[in-house]
């Protein structure tokens, strides 16, 4: 076990000091200044910064703010264009305002007729008008539409625009709930008795409702309002932001009436269950031309890197926090349809204030044994982009980046509690860690593999074999919501995860041949960015390749002992149908998990190196291997 080279002997010490009375060179390591720290991140989080969405104007502000500081403190630039390193991010979707209807001779257009839904593509596309019901599928309560309809086929929608109703269905009271008297006669439905929304789930999502459609066939969706509860146009919503990869327009009553009355006639037939009435809804074919105005545009993103020369320049250490967040909300939202500012003063404000003091402590020290990059990523929120670009792109040759400090979401550690991950990814780290530990008086939680392997930028080095740790002070309850604000910052505790970072990464300068440990897999086999277990306990076992732009879903790796690294899929390959679902999308793929249980088994297509290939997937749950 290598000594802890933070210690100077005492003897050494005593040389120092005597040289300090004489010479400008610091005697003890300058420390921490909280309050800088909490400077940094109150203005990081100030609502000002919009909440730092990769690709906006306000994380540009934010990424030249960081650049400055770099300046400032005489760092050399490492990116490529000075600190800068840019690549693009895709914006939230927003409503291109151009939507349209056409039918025959009529054309609806215009915001008070129709709007795109959230789950709607930028598309056009042309098809014959089917009545759809309200598209839901829910065997517990035994409502089936498309079965009610005859359009349970796989097909039964192929190439056709499906008319679908918002809300959920007019439903009776089942046995199990407390209104339900059994000797009472069957009542009649009212009002009173008909239970809408509340237990039907997802399954009557706008969402839910497309991809019903779209497994079948459907090229369009249109939505109308049931006579009888009017919903209003919801404007486009960009922070539910599920593409379904079709146009999905919302029509107000009136357009929808004038569209397809005759679908309206027969609404009040849908009692509980529906009887299949084929004939129940005869309509005249029609055939529509639906067209989304849907944009989703690319905006520039900004990593931020500095370097601090070292004795030996041959090789470095990379110190690196994101610097973005959620903007005002959002898909990663923990606050779905919170339009407000996410501040992210944990996420990752504090981070990047730690990051911007260890700068300045190492600025101010003598030499390190080697090179010090120091790197604001973006995007980070958006699937790991800027770190994966930088170690695609490096602006320093990967094979001299010896070890990876990551600091994301360390402003809770007040108590002087942290967790540090993937601590196996380099044989010294778990013994340094623990004597640092002492010597600061940190409670330190150390995750060999954990989830050491994912959810944040240390990934990135890990894929590229390169040893990383990642300081991380906890999850709380303002997790990716806008109360994650700079009052619930813990300074003092930041302060001091910079004195133990600043001792960790002088150990890690100074060992000179780090070498790279595959960590142990977490338990349960799931990293943390793999695709989540479906609320029904599916599990498949992918890791999908953040960013990929492609049709599909492209797999950066299989969880160990899951169904998928079972049914031989691995890296690189890209699903693109599973069972009877077609995956254009990542959403393509949560919808589709949720259509089937553990212990099914289902046939997974993809490519692979350019030709169509298909297994069997056995389908568990994740704690049963
Ligand atoms: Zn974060």
């Not at 909440?51 to 994380?59: L, S, Y």
């Not at 990663?332 to 504090?350: F, L, T």
């Amino acid at each position: 076990m290598p000594t802890l080279r933070t210690a100077p002997s005492v003897a050494f010490l005593f040389v120092l000091a005597s040289v300090a009375c004489t010479s400008t060179a610091p005697s003890a390591p300058a420390v921490a200044d909280a309050e800088r720290l909490l400077a940094d991140v109150t203005w990081l989080a100030d609502d000002a910064q919009g909440g730092r969405r990769a690709g906006t104007d306000e994380a540009r502000r934010a990424g030249e703010w960081i650049a400055e500081r770099f300046r400032a403190l005489g760092l050399e630039p490492a990116g490529e264009d000075g600190f800068l390193q840019r690549f693009e991010v895709g914006l939230p979707a927003t409503d291109g305002g151009d939507s349209r209807l056409v039918c025959g001779d009529s054309t609806w257009s215009g915001a008070t007729h129709l709007v795109p839904a959230y789950c709607s593509d930028g598309a056009t596309a042309k098809g014959e008008l089917v009545f759809c019901g309200y598209a839901v599928e829910h065997e517990p309560l035994g409502w089936n539409d498309f079965t009610s309809l005859g359009l349970s086929a796989n097909d039964a929608l192929a190439g056709k625009v499906a008319l679908v109703v918002r809300g959920a269905p007019p439903k009776r009271p089942t046995p199990t709930r407390a209104t339900h008297d059994p000797a009472a006669p069957a009542q009649t439905e009212t009002a009173a008795n008909v239970v809408r929304g509340d237990d039907w789930g997802t399954s009557t999502s706008l969402f839910t409702k497309t991809m019903n459609c779209k497994r079948r066939g459907a090229v369009a969706v249109l939505f109308v309002e049931h006579p009888a509860h009017p919903e209003g146009l919801t404007p486009f919503d960009s922070s539910a932001a599920k593409q379904s990869s079709l146009p999905v327009l919302l029509l107000s009553g009136e357009t929808g009436r004038a569209l397809a009355p005759e679908c309206f006639t027969v609404l009040e037939r849908f009692v509980d269950p529906p009887t299949p009435t084929g004939d129940a809804v005869a309509y005249p074919a029609r055939t529509v031309e639906v067209h989304a105005d849907v944009e989703r545009k690319k905006g520039p993103a900004f990593n931020v890197l500095a370097r601090l020369a070292g004795r030996d320049r041959s090789r470095g250490i990379v110190i690196g926090a994101h610097y973005d967040h959620l903007g005002h909300g959002g898909p990663e939202s923990m606050a779905p349809g919170d339009r407000s500012v996410h501040n992210g003063a944990d996420d990752n404000a504090s981070g990047t204030a730690v990051l911007l003091e260890l700068a300045r402590l190492f600025a101010r020290a003598p030499r390190p044994d080697c090179d010090i990059v120091f790197a604001a990523w973006s995007g980070e929120e958006l699937g790991l982009l800027g770190s994966k670009h930088w170690t695609e792109q490096p602006t320093i040759e990967l094979a001299r980046v010896e070890a990876n400090l990551n600091l994301d979401m360390v402003g809770r550690a007040g108590a002087k509690k942290l967790a540090v991950l993937a601590t196996a990814s380099a044989a010294p780290f778990e013994a340094w860690l623990g004597e640092l530990g002492r010597k600061h008086g940190f409670e330190l939680q150390l995750s060999s593999g954990g989830n050491g392997v994912g959810g944040s930028d240390h990934q990135a080095f890990l894929e590229r074999k390169i040893p990383a740790l990642h300081f991380f002070s906890g999850v709380h309850a303002d997790y990716h919501k806008p109360s994650d604000d700079v009052e619930r910052f813990e300074a003092a505790g930041a302060a001091a995860v910079t004195e133990l970072a600043r001792d960790l990464v002088l150990e890690m300068t100074a060992a000179g041949d780090l070498v790279y440990v595959e960590p142990p897999k977490p338990e349960g086999g799931e990293a943390a960015r793999a695709t989540p277990t479906r609320s029904n306990g599916t599990w498949f076992g992918s890791v999908p390749e953040y960013g990929f732009e492609g049709k599909g879903v492209k797999l950066a790796g299989t969880s160990p002992g899951s169904p998928a690294e079972k049914s031989g899929l691995k890296a690189g390959d890209v699903l693109k149908q599973v069972g009877d679902v077609k995956i254009d999308t990542m959403q393509d793929f949560v919808y589709a998990l949720g259509l089937y249980k553990p212990g099914d088994t289902v046939v997974a297509k993809f490519e692979r190196d350019g030709k169509e290939e298909s297994v069997r997937v056995l389908l568990t749950t994740r704690a049963k291997q």
